[in-house]
């Protein structure tokens, strides 16, 4: 798991740090017993975190020191945070199999469910992912619970899809709830609209949510410059005003927040390795990587292009990776991850998502390698059908 190993002798420790280079890096403390539990982190140096733990311990020193049982020890330099967060992930759920997620503190993503196995379907908040392929679909990841029950209450204003969370056995006695007693639900508790009515509504809350809002714009959008164009003057303020209901709603959707099975994209890092970035690639929600990318192209690469470039080494890297269909808990794992790393304050590196076809912005990830090779901020891009404002 990690590339470099050394044999730690007491008596030769200056040498050892000396040796061992002023770098962020993952690292691991084996003691002689192959019994015995080994001691796992990162560092942000090194040789100091090594002297700090292997040095001769000061009298009466209170700090922990492990210089009497360590005889080997384990690191991989990192170039980035988010590099270092997902080796420590794998290093400790490789060592630690029982214990590695309360280690981490790992805290999965809250994330919208549509109960689409559901005869009347609804929508919920959860942090449970279940079967990617299935009937039930999932978006996300939200930096919160609040905030993804705020965007889904305030998504479901413009709609008329159920609130309630029992599984319904309509009843034209049934005398139904506050939000049928508004006018924001269908009702098919009571059998106030059909079957097939209801489904249509579902439809369109789902393409809502599929397009991140776009095309309750389009719909609104449309139906106002109609309005307009026969002279309903009233009606096309109506729609107006709809609009400038939806777009706050929209404005604080994250540019994460994807349906999950759709969540595909790169994260550009720093590398360790001089003159290189590091470059992730996250397909159905599982992170792969990292693979070593030269800024300066080799001199048999000189003829390509640096789309072409990127485009061959994120297919090698797909296809180098194991294929094996990554389970439920590991797929809320890399989610967790990577809702981690996006949502902090300042994360450093950039993560480019693929458009509604999959297709990754080549162009765009080549400007942001140059970006983070030099170390410059991240472009800011305007998402023209919503007015958000993302991280490119």
Not at 175 to 192: H, N
Not at 295 to 312: D, F, G, K
Not at 333 to 348: D, F, I, M, P
Request: charged share 30%; proline share 4%; hydrophobic share 40%.
């Amino acid at each position: 798991m990690l590339s470099e190993r050394v044999e730690f002798v007491a008596e030769r420790d200056a040498e050892l740090f000396a040796a061992v280079p002023r770098a962020a890096a993952v690292f691991l403390l084996r003691a002689e017993d192959p019994q015995a539990e080994p001691y796992v982190s990162k560092t942000e140096d090194l040789r100091r975190r090594l002297q700090r733990l292997l040095r001769t311990p000061a009298e009466h020193s209170r700090k922990l020191n492990l210089r009497g049982q360590v005889r080997w020890i384990e690191y991989t330099l990192t170039g980035s945070d988010f590099e270092a967060g997902f080796l420590l992930y794998q290093t400790l759920r490789s060592i630690f199999p029982k214990t590695y997620s309360a280690r981490l503190r790992l805290r999965f993503a809250p994330l919208i469910k549509l109960h689409m196995e559901n005869e009347y379907p609804r929508a919920s908040v959860t942090t449970r992912l279940g079967r990617l392929g299935g009937k039930n679909l999932y978006y996300g990841p939200f930096a919160s619970r609040a905030a993804a029950e705020k965007f889904a209450n305030d998504s479901l204003d413009f709609f008329k899809m159920r609130r309630c969370v029992e599984d319904l056995q309509p009843d034209p006695k049934f005398p139904g709830c506050i939000y049928s007693e508004m006018k924001m639900c269908l009702a098919p508790c009571f059998q106030g609209c059909t079957d097939d009515e209801y489904r249509e509504e579902v439809g369109r809350v789902r393409q809502y949510f599929d397009s991140g809002g776009e095309s309750l714009l389009r719909i609104i959008s449309n139906e106002r410059d109609e309005a307009s164009a026969s002279l309903q003057f009233e009606e096309a303020a109506g729609h107006h005003a709809r609009l400038g209901k939806v777009k706050p709603v929209l404005q604080r959707l994250p540019e994460i927040v994807h349906r999950i099975d759709q969540l595909r994209a790169v994260t550009v890092q720093a590398s360790a390795v001089e003159g290189c970035v590091a470059l992730f690639r996250i397909d159905d929600c599982r992170i792969l990587g990292p693979t070593v990318f030269a800024v300066q192209p080799a001199e048999h690469t000189r003829s390509q292009s640096m789309e072409s470039r990127v485009e061959e080494a994120l297919s090698a890297m797909s296809s180098a990776e194991d294929q094996r269909s990554a389970t439920g808990l590991e797929t809320m794992e890399h989610l967790a991850l990577l809702k981690r790393w996006y949502y902090r304050s300042s994360h450093a590196g950039e993560i480019f998502f693929a458009d509604e076809k999959g297709v990754l912005p080549l162009r765009r990830i080549v400007r942001g390698i140059a970006r983070v090779y030099r170390g410059e901020k991240a472009e800011t891009v305007e998402i023209k059908a919503t007015g958000m404002e993302g991280e490119a």
